[in-house]
């Protein structure tokens, strides 16, 4: 049981703080928040200060890894793609405190912060996100890559598109049908995309997804039921699992898709 890892997870808008320090650009949260008078994470658990403290409380809690975000308007200043490298060295100090304690790192590139520069340009309803983000997730792998082994592209996609484009109670607060099947698609075009650029550039590790899996049920076995439990299946997973897992959206859940929209 020595390779079992054994830790706790974060987001950076949830617990870094520091949010005007280190060169760090608005994300869309903070100006969602801050417009609507909301709660905030200005300051949060304030780990940008004192991850060194927190590192080491994980370490005597027995945790020997630590799943946490980078936050991309830390680390990619403005739409041409320029990079700050307060923000990288943030992040060097904060990968190298967790080997010091013996603590994997593993990093999940994107957990909801987008840049309010991309925001503006439409966010993840514009395909040039895509590459905006295959550009920051290439700077991730370059600068950090020959100490983190254990990449996530993507935190619950499913939780982010539907909080923020259907339900609209996340930024950029949307209730939209369309806009929530066109963010989902680039978002897993994006993972994909970067993805490929990780195999490409031969990076030692390995690469995935964290999906918010939400099991199925019916209350009976009729035939009506078993379509029901495939779309909503479909809708909950499958086009997060089979797309990152199989390299395609589920044929059926395309051709519900393409069918005109009807109204009760």
């Known amino acids: 049981m020595n390779d079992f890892l054994w830790g706790g997870a974060t987001a ?18 903070d100006v969602y928040l801050h417009e609507n ?28 890894s630590y799943r946490f975000s980078l936050a991309w308007p830390r680390i990619i200043k403005n739409r041409e793609g ?47 996100t895509c590459v905006a983000y295959t550009h920051y997730a290439k700077v991730c792998f370059e600068r950090f890559g020959d100490r983190v082994k254990l990449w996530a592209t993507f935190n619950e996609p499913r939780y982010y598109t539907n909080s923020g484009y259907l339900i609209g109670n996340y930024p950029p607060g949307h209730q939209n049908i369309q806009e929530t ?40 076995t009729s035939v009506e039921s078993a379509i029901a439990e495939r779309f909503a299946d479909n809708f909950y997973n499958n086009w997060i699992l089979d797309t990152a897992a199989l390299g395609e959206i589920p044929g059926d859940l395309l051709g519900a898709l393409k069918k005109p929209a009807t109204c009760p």
């Open 181 to 220: 099947v066109t963010a989902s698609y680039y978002m897993m075009l994006a993972s994909a995309m970067a993805v490929e650029a990780f195999r490409a550039g031969g990076y030692d590790g390995q690469i995935g997804i964290v999906h918010s899996f939400s099991p199925i049920y019916t209350t009976d």
């Open 82 to 128: 320029e990079v700050n490298q307060e923000g990288i060295d943030f992040y060097n100090q904060l990968i190298d405190t967790c080997l010091e304690y013996k603590i994997t790192p593993m990093v999940t590139i994107f957990h909801w912060d987008l840049p309010q520069y991309l925001e503006e340009t439409g966010g993840w309803l514009n395909r040039e």
């Open 37 to 64: 008078h909301l709660e905030n994470r200005d300051v949060a658990s304030d780990h940008y200060h004192r991850f060194r403290e927190d590192i080491r409380m994980m370490k005597e809690g027995g945790q020997n």
């Open 12 to 29: 950076s808008y949830q617990c870094e703080g520091g949010w005007q320090e280190g060169g760090r650009v608005e994300s869309m949260w």
